[in-house]
């Protein structure tokens, strides 16, 4: 029987694992390290560390696969996911099939946790033969902003809303929320609304040695954000960033 352990392992800060992580990931036979070319090769380097520094079953072995790269082209936006899904798990199956065959327990970690933005479950379900799955939680990426602003996200007794960059641009502002958390933004899709009574609480890189934290308002420090995550991308070749808006008299 084949048990695939999807382990939630924070946004960056070994110190933000769990003791549950440190279990599963000593409990595995193997773990599957994905890497996302030269320029994210900063993400692979954080697995390893992790795996260094907890990793103390010395019969664990750590295998290393090359992520197929999504067609940022397709114009169906689902279809080009659902493709691309398709193609981590048959990357998965084969390292799994040459690396254990179909039996022992295989384990991923999985930035921030496998519950919120992250595919890892939806790709575990296409495997096949399908193992049985089960979840570490993590710290996400949500909690680390507002722990790095020291910010209460929600308001009293109010609501909050979880969306995307490119939702927030081809919708705009959400019905019924004054505050908007917005993750997987590839770039600044908060320039696409009005400022008025708008503040912004950002974050870049958020847990590691590069994190970069801007707050105030929208009018004055956009621009500044703006900047501030042009020359990290730069200097960096990638950027993971979040920001939460509220809207405010």
Known sequence: MLTLSLIGIGCGDPEQLTRAAVQAINAADLILIP????????LADLRRTICADVLTNQTTRIAEFDLPVRDAGEA??????????????????????SQLGDDGKVALLIWGDPSLYDSSLRIARRLDPLPDIEVVPGITSIQA??????????????????????????????????TVVVMLDGGTAFQSLDPAGLHIWWGAYLGMPDQIVMS????????HIVAARQDARAR???IMDSYIL???P
Request: charged share 25%.
């Open 246 to 248: 509220k809207r405010r």
């Open 76 to 97: 169906d936006y689902h279809k080009g996911v659902d493709d691309w899904h398709d193609a981590v798990a048959a990357a998965w199956s084969r390292t799994i099939a």
């Open 216 to 223: 105030g308002v929208v009018a004055e420090i956009g621009p």
């Open 236 to 238: 960096h070749g990638w």
């Open 145 to 178: 902003l507002c722990a790095a602003h020291a910010l209460p996200l929600n308001d009293i007794g109010e609501p909050f809303l979880v969306t995307t960059g490119r939702r927030l641009r081809e919708g705009g502002w959400p019905q019924g929320v004054d």
């Open 35 to 42: 890497r996302k070319g030269t320029a994210k090769s900063d």
